[in-house]
Protein backbone atom coordinates (compact mmCIF):
# COMPACT_ATOMS: atom_id res chain seq x y z
CA UNK A 1 0.00 0.00 0.00
CA UNK A 2 3.11 2.61 0.80
CA UNK A 3 4.75 1.75 -2.96
CA UNK A 4 1.53 2.51 -4.17
CA UNK A 5 0.98 5.69 -2.50
CA UNK A 6 4.44 6.49 -3.05
CA UNK A 7 3.93 5.77 -6.72
CA UNK A 8 0.48 8.65 -7.46
CA UNK A 9 2.72 10.80 -5.20
CA UNK A 10 5.77 11.01 -7.69
CA UNK A 11 3.15 10.82 -10.37
CA UNK A 12 1.52 14.17 -9.27
CA UNK A 13 4.65 15.82 -8.48
CA UNK A 14 5.53 15.15 -12.42
CA UNK A 15 1.80 16.71 -13.13
CA UNK A 16 2.37 20.40 -13.64
CA UNK A 17 5.43 19.80 -15.68
CA UNK A 18 4.28 17.15 -17.79
CA UNK A 19 1.11 19.45 -18.33
CA UNK A 20 3.07 22.57 -19.00
CA UNK A 21 5.12 21.41 -21.68
CA UNK A 22 1.90 19.74 -23.64
CA UNK A 23 -0.20 23.48 -23.34
CA UNK A 24 3.74 24.47 -24.59
CA UNK A 25 2.73 22.29 -27.90
CA UNK A 26 -0.56 22.83 -28.07
CA UNK A 27 0.04 26.60 -28.13
CA UNK A 28 3.09 26.37 -30.40
CA UNK A 29 1.63 24.23 -32.52
CA UNK A 30 4.02 22.03 -32.41
CA UNK A 31 1.58 19.11 -31.18
CA UNK A 32 2.52 16.39 -32.57
CA UNK A 33 6.21 16.22 -32.66
CA UNK A 34 6.71 12.75 -32.42
CA UNK A 35 4.69 9.34 -33.06
CA UNK A 36 1.10 9.14 -31.57
CA UNK A 37 0.18 5.67 -30.07
CA UNK A 38 -3.49 4.42 -29.86
CA UNK A 39 -3.99 1.78 -27.42
CA UNK A 40 -6.42 -1.61 -28.20
CA UNK A 41 -7.60 -3.30 -25.33
CA UNK A 42 -8.67 -6.15 -27.99
CA UNK A 43 -7.05 -8.57 -30.67
CA UNK A 44 -6.55 -7.31 -34.10
CA UNK A 45 -9.81 -7.49 -35.91
CA UNK A 46 -12.68 -5.90 -33.42
CA UNK A 47 -14.71 -2.49 -33.65
CA UNK A 48 -11.72 -1.16 -31.07
CA UNK A 49 -9.26 -2.36 -33.21
CA UNK A 50 -10.94 -1.54 -36.69
CA UNK A 51 -12.12 1.42 -36.07
CA UNK A 52 -8.42 2.51 -34.35
CA UNK A 53 -6.44 1.77 -37.57
CA UNK A 54 -8.87 3.83 -39.87
CA UNK A 55 -8.71 6.82 -37.05
CA UNK A 56 -4.92 6.50 -37.17
CA UNK A 57 -3.90 6.42 -40.92
CA UNK A 58 -6.17 9.42 -41.04
CA UNK A 59 -4.89 11.21 -38.66
CA UNK A 60 -1.33 10.12 -40.24
CA UNK A 61 -1.81 11.96 -42.87
CA UNK A 62 -3.59 14.88 -41.60
CA UNK A 63 -0.83 15.78 -38.58
CA UNK A 64 2.23 14.40 -40.60
CA UNK A 65 3.04 12.45 -37.97
CA UNK A 66 3.18 8.55 -37.29
CA UNK A 67 -0.23 7.28 -35.24
CA UNK A 68 0.46 4.05 -33.81
CA UNK A 69 -2.27 1.35 -33.29
CA UNK A 70 -0.71 -0.91 -30.24
CA UNK A 71 -2.64 -3.99 -29.37
CA UNK A 72 -2.62 -4.43 -25.37
CA UNK A 73 -5.29 -7.31 -25.10
CA UNK A 74 -6.56 -8.76 -21.74
CA UNK A 75 -9.36 -8.62 -18.84
CA UNK A 76 -11.66 -7.01 -20.64
CA UNK A 77 -10.10 -3.99 -21.87
CA UNK A 78 -9.30 -2.69 -18.43
CA UNK A 79 -5.01 -2.86 -19.08
CA UNK A 80 -4.75 -0.79 -21.78
CA UNK A 81 -7.23 1.25 -19.70
CA UNK A 82 -4.93 1.52 -17.16
CA UNK A 83 -1.87 2.17 -19.30
CA UNK A 84 -3.78 5.41 -21.36
CA UNK A 85 -4.98 6.12 -17.32
CA UNK A 86 -1.52 6.53 -15.99
CA UNK A 87 0.47 7.41 -19.39
CA UNK A 88 2.07 10.76 -19.56
CA UNK A 89 -0.95 13.60 -20.20
CA UNK A 90 0.74 15.07 -22.94
CA UNK A 91 -1.31 13.56 -26.22
CA UNK A 92 0.63 11.47 -27.40
CA UNK A 93 -1.61 8.23 -25.52
CA UNK A 94 -4.99 7.99 -26.80
CA UNK A 95 -7.01 4.71 -26.16
CA UNK A 96 -9.99 2.92 -28.77
CA UNK A 97 -12.84 1.38 -26.48
CA UNK A 98 -15.84 -0.05 -27.08
CA UNK A 99 -19.20 -0.44 -24.86
CA UNK A 100 -16.92 -2.47 -22.71
CA UNK A 101 -14.93 0.51 -21.41
CA UNK A 102 -18.29 1.47 -19.46
CA UNK A 103 -18.98 -2.16 -18.58
CA UNK A 104 -15.63 -2.87 -16.53
CA UNK A 105 -16.93 -0.42 -13.65
CA UNK A 106 -19.65 -2.35 -12.99
CA UNK A 107 -18.39 -5.74 -12.85
CA UNK A 108 -14.62 -5.71 -11.65
CA UNK A 109 -14.91 -5.21 -7.81
CA UNK A 110 -11.84 -2.93 -8.16
CA UNK A 111 -9.99 -1.35 -10.65
CA UNK A 112 -6.49 0.31 -11.37
CA UNK A 113 -8.27 3.27 -12.74
CA UNK A 114 -11.07 5.28 -12.13
CA UNK A 115 -13.27 5.63 -16.13
CA UNK A 116 -14.61 8.56 -15.41
CA UNK A 117 -12.11 10.48 -13.37
CA UNK A 118 -8.78 9.22 -14.79
CA UNK A 119 -9.96 8.73 -18.55
CA UNK A 120 -11.59 11.65 -20.68
CA UNK A 121 -13.42 11.46 -23.92
CA UNK A 122 -11.62 12.46 -27.49
CA UNK A 123 -14.79 11.35 -29.39
CA UNK A 124 -17.55 8.77 -29.88
CA UNK A 125 -16.00 6.95 -33.17
CA UNK A 126 -18.97 4.92 -34.21
CA UNK A 127 -21.58 2.77 -32.86
CA UNK A 128 -23.22 -0.76 -33.72
CA UNK A 129 -26.68 -2.49 -33.28
CA UNK A 130 -27.24 -5.74 -31.69
CA UNK A 131 -30.18 -8.39 -33.67
CA UNK A 132 -31.87 -10.52 -31.02
CA UNK A 133 -31.54 -14.01 -33.28
CA UNK A 134 -32.99 -17.71 -32.86
CA UNK A 135 -32.38 -20.84 -33.95
CA UNK A 136 -35.30 -20.89 -37.41
CA UNK A 137 -36.63 -24.36 -35.45
CA UNK A 138 -37.67 -22.81 -32.25
CA UNK A 139 -40.80 -21.55 -33.99
CA UNK A 140 -40.03 -17.51 -32.80
CA UNK A 141 -41.11 -15.39 -35.75
CA UNK A 142 -40.91 -12.17 -33.48
CA UNK A 143 -39.90 -10.90 -30.10
CA UNK A 144 -43.91 -10.94 -29.00
CA UNK A 145 -43.60 -14.98 -29.76
CA UNK A 146 -40.08 -15.16 -27.49
CA UNK A 147 -42.06 -13.31 -24.61
CA UNK A 148 -44.78 -14.93 -24.74
CA UNK A 149 -42.58 -17.96 -24.03
CA UNK A 150 -40.66 -17.04 -21.38
CA UNK A 151 -43.13 -15.79 -19.49
CA UNK A 152 -44.90 -19.28 -19.96
CA UNK A 153 -42.05 -20.78 -18.83
CA UNK A 154 -39.93 -18.95 -16.33
CA UNK A 155 -36.16 -19.92 -15.42
CA UNK A 156 -36.73 -22.53 -18.38
CA UNK A 157 -35.07 -20.74 -21.12
CA UNK A 158 -32.08 -19.59 -21.78
CA UNK A 159 -29.73 -17.44 -23.79
CA UNK A 160 -25.64 -17.50 -25.17
CA UNK A 161 -23.29 -14.36 -24.78
CA UNK A 162 -20.22 -14.07 -25.89
CA UNK A 163 -19.05 -14.12 -22.02
CA UNK A 164 -19.79 -12.96 -18.95
CA UNK A 165 -19.74 -8.78 -19.48
CA UNK A 166 -19.48 -8.79 -22.67
CA UNK A 167 -21.85 -6.32 -24.71
CA UNK A 168 -23.93 -9.23 -25.81
CA UNK A 169 -24.77 -10.12 -22.59
CA UNK A 170 -25.29 -6.84 -21.32
CA UNK A 171 -27.67 -6.85 -24.06
CA UNK A 172 -29.40 -9.67 -23.25
CA UNK A 173 -30.06 -8.45 -19.16
CA UNK A 174 -31.34 -5.56 -20.30
CA UNK A 175 -33.78 -6.98 -22.50
CA UNK A 176 -34.04 -9.57 -19.47
CA UNK A 177 -34.90 -6.46 -16.55
CA UNK A 178 -36.84 -4.15 -19.40
CA UNK A 179 -39.16 -7.39 -20.02
CA UNK A 180 -39.75 -8.32 -17.00
CA UNK A 181 -38.54 -12.45 -17.88
CA UNK A 182 -36.92 -14.77 -15.99
CA UNK A 183 -34.05 -16.40 -18.41
CA UNK A 184 -31.19 -18.47 -17.40
CA UNK A 185 -27.58 -16.92 -19.24
CA UNK A 186 -24.93 -19.03 -20.82
CA UNK A 187 -21.97 -17.26 -21.31
CA UNK A 188 -19.67 -18.79 -24.30
CA UNK A 189 -15.73 -17.90 -25.22
CA UNK A 190 -16.58 -15.87 -27.97
CA UNK A 191 -19.07 -14.66 -30.46
CA UNK A 192 -18.45 -17.64 -33.07
CA UNK A 193 -19.55 -19.97 -30.59
CA UNK A 194 -22.54 -18.27 -29.40
CA UNK A 195 -23.56 -17.86 -32.51
CA UNK A 196 -23.12 -21.35 -32.95
CA UNK A 197 -25.53 -22.26 -30.15
CA UNK A 198 -28.13 -20.33 -30.96
CA UNK A 199 -28.50 -21.35 -34.92
CA UNK A 200 -28.39 -25.00 -32.96
CA UNK A 201 -31.44 -24.41 -30.92
CA UNK A 202 -29.36 -25.43 -27.95
CA UNK A 203 -30.07 -21.81 -26.48
CA UNK A 204 -33.11 -19.96 -27.18
CA UNK A 205 -32.16 -16.75 -27.76
CA UNK A 206 -28.84 -14.66 -28.67
CA UNK A 207 -28.22 -10.77 -28.87
CA UNK A 208 -25.44 -10.89 -32.20
CA UNK A 209 -23.43 -7.95 -33.35
CA UNK A 210 -24.98 -7.22 -36.11
CA UNK A 211 -21.85 -7.47 -38.11
CA UNK A 212 -21.86 -11.18 -37.31
CA UNK A 213 -25.80 -12.05 -38.14
CA UNK A 214 -26.74 -10.20 -40.75
CA UNK A 215 -25.33 -12.61 -43.51
CA UNK A 216 -26.56 -15.36 -41.32
CA UNK A 217 -30.02 -13.99 -40.90
CA UNK A 218 -30.45 -13.47 -44.72
CA UNK A 219 -29.33 -16.88 -45.62
CA UNK A 220 -32.27 -18.40 -43.04
CA UNK A 221 -29.68 -20.28 -41.09
CA UNK A 222 -30.77 -17.57 -38.02
CA UNK A 223 -34.03 -16.02 -37.65
CA UNK A 224 -33.93 -12.36 -36.98
CA UNK A 225 -36.48 -11.51 -34.64
CA UNK A 226 -35.46 -7.12 -33.86
CA UNK A 227 -32.67 -4.99 -33.96
CA UNK A 228 -31.69 -3.44 -30.41
CA UNK A 229 -31.94 0.25 -31.27
CA UNK A 230 -34.84 2.56 -31.40
CA UNK A 231 -34.14 3.21 -35.33
CA UNK A 232 -33.92 -0.17 -37.56
CA UNK A 233 -31.15 -0.88 -39.58
CA UNK A 234 -30.36 -0.15 -43.42
CA UNK A 235 -28.72 -3.92 -43.74
CA UNK A 236 -31.91 -4.88 -42.46
CA UNK A 237 -34.47 -2.78 -43.16
CA UNK A 238 -37.24 -4.93 -42.92
CA UNK A 239 -36.87 -6.35 -39.13
CA UNK A 240 -38.14 -4.14 -36.40
CA UNK A 241 -36.83 -2.95 -33.51
CA UNK A 242 -37.55 -4.32 -30.40
CA UNK A 243 -38.90 -1.44 -29.08
CA UNK A 244 -41.44 -1.10 -31.29
CA UNK A 245 -41.94 -5.09 -30.68
CA UNK A 246 -43.19 -5.66 -27.15
CA UNK A 247 -40.44 -3.55 -25.34
CA UNK A 248 -41.07 0.10 -25.85
CA UNK A 249 -37.74 1.92 -25.19
CA UNK A 250 -35.48 -0.29 -25.38
CA UNK A 251 -31.67 0.55 -27.04
CA UNK A 252 -28.59 -1.22 -26.64
CA UNK A 253 -25.81 -0.32 -28.68
CA UNK A 254 -22.25 -1.07 -29.20
CA UNK A 255 -20.23 1.42 -29.28
CA UNK A 256 -16.23 2.39 -30.10
CA UNK A 257 -14.70 5.78 -29.15
CA UNK A 258 -11.55 7.66 -28.35
CA UNK A 259 -10.02 8.31 -24.89
CA UNK A 260 -6.71 9.85 -23.07
CA UNK A 261 -5.51 10.99 -19.99
CA UNK A 262 -8.23 12.71 -18.36
CA UNK A 263 -4.70 15.29 -17.14
CA UNK A 264 -4.47 16.05 -20.55
CA UNK A 265 -4.85 19.52 -21.44
CA UNK A 266 -7.79 21.02 -22.90
CA UNK A 267 -6.72 22.31 -26.03
CA UNK A 268 -5.24 19.09 -27.08
CA UNK A 269 -7.93 17.39 -26.44
CA UNK A 270 -9.79 19.81 -28.55
CA UNK A 271 -7.49 19.49 -31.26
CA UNK A 272 -7.50 15.74 -31.54
CA UNK A 273 -11.60 15.82 -31.47
CA UNK A 274 -11.22 18.26 -33.95
CA UNK A 275 -9.64 15.88 -36.23
CA UNK A 276 -11.09 13.00 -35.44
CA UNK A 277 -14.08 14.86 -36.26
CA UNK A 278 -13.07 15.92 -39.97
CA UNK A 279 -12.16 12.08 -39.99
CA UNK A 280 -15.44 10.93 -39.14
CA UNK A 281 -17.48 13.28 -41.20
CA UNK A 282 -15.65 11.65 -44.49
CA UNK A 283 -18.39 10.29 -47.13
CA UNK A 284 -15.48 7.23 -47.88
CA UNK A 285 -15.58 5.97 -44.47
CA UNK A 286 -19.60 5.79 -44.45
CA UNK A 287 -18.87 3.66 -47.70
CA UNK A 288 -16.80 1.68 -45.96
CA UNK A 289 -18.15 1.20 -42.62
CA UNK A 290 -21.77 0.83 -43.46
CA UNK A 291 -21.17 -2.83 -44.86
CA UNK A 292 -19.95 -4.35 -41.45
CA UNK A 293 -23.04 -2.29 -39.39
CA UNK A 294 -20.88 0.67 -38.29
CA UNK A 295 -22.51 3.78 -38.16
CA UNK A 296 -19.84 7.02 -37.66
CA UNK A 297 -21.04 9.15 -34.96
CA UNK A 298 -18.74 11.47 -34.37
CA UNK A 299 -19.26 13.81 -30.41
CA UNK A 300 -17.77 16.68 -28.66
CA UNK A 301 -15.66 15.39 -25.75
CA UNK A 302 -18.47 16.19 -23.26
CA UNK A 303 -21.11 14.75 -25.05
CA UNK A 304 -18.76 11.16 -24.99
CA UNK A 305 -18.12 11.51 -21.22
CA UNK A 306 -21.81 12.03 -20.83
CA UNK A 307 -22.41 8.99 -22.97
CA UNK A 308 -19.63 6.74 -20.25
CA UNK A 309 -21.07 8.01 -17.68
CA UNK A 310 -24.89 7.15 -18.12
CA UNK A 311 -24.00 3.66 -20.08
CA UNK A 312 -21.46 2.79 -16.68
CA UNK A 313 -24.95 3.60 -14.19
CA UNK A 314 -27.09 1.66 -16.30
CA UNK A 315 -24.55 -1.36 -16.23
CA UNK A 316 -23.81 -1.09 -12.60
CA UNK A 317 -27.49 -1.39 -11.89
CA UNK A 318 -28.20 -4.67 -14.68
CA UNK A 319 -25.14 -6.12 -12.54
CA UNK A 320 -26.45 -5.69 -9.40
CA UNK A 321 -30.17 -6.91 -10.43
CA UNK A 322 -28.25 -9.84 -11.68
CA UNK A 323 -25.33 -9.89 -9.53
CA UNK A 324 -22.93 -10.06 -12.05
CA UNK A 325 -19.38 -10.51 -11.66
CA UNK A 326 -16.15 -10.64 -13.49
CA UNK A 327 -15.31 -14.14 -13.85
Known amino acids: MKLLTGFFALALSTLPVAAHAAQQEAAGGEYPAKPVRILVGFTPGGGPDITARYIAQKLTEELKQQVIVDNRPGAGGTIAAKLAATANPDGYTLLSVSSAHAVAPAIYEKLP ?29 NTGDLLAAARAKPGQLNFSSAGTGSGSHFAGEQLISMAKINVLHIPFKGIPEALGEAMSGRVQFFMAPIANAVALVRDGKLTGLGVSSLQRDPLLPEMPTIAESGVPGYDSVLWFGLLTSARTPRPLINTLNRETTRILGDAELRKRWAPIGLD ?18 LYTRLAKAGNIKAQ
Open 296 to 313: PRPTTPAEFDKLIAADIA
Open 113 to 141: YDARRDLAGISLSAVSKYVLVTAPASGFR
